[in-house]
């Protein structure tokens, strides 16, 4: 099973380093590029109940 990081979208840590190694460098250019945050559901999608926005900056910047 994946370890998503947006489940709204079914997005994995793995896509969101790839979008930073692409050269995303942003939250916006992150989220354009592999399509997080965009059926945001988060309530009853994520197991966390919160939206993925602080996961997917956390990685930005680890990975950046
Ligand atoms: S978990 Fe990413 S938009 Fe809901």
Known sequence: MYEYICYCDKVTKGDIISAVFGGAKTLKEVTA??????????????????C?????????????
């Open 33 to 50: 590029v592999i399509g997080a945050m965009t059926h945001s559901n988060c309530k009853e999608n994520n197991p966390k109940g919160v």
């Open 52 to 64: 993925c926005e602080n996961d997917i900056m956390e990685l930005i910047k680890e990975y950046s």
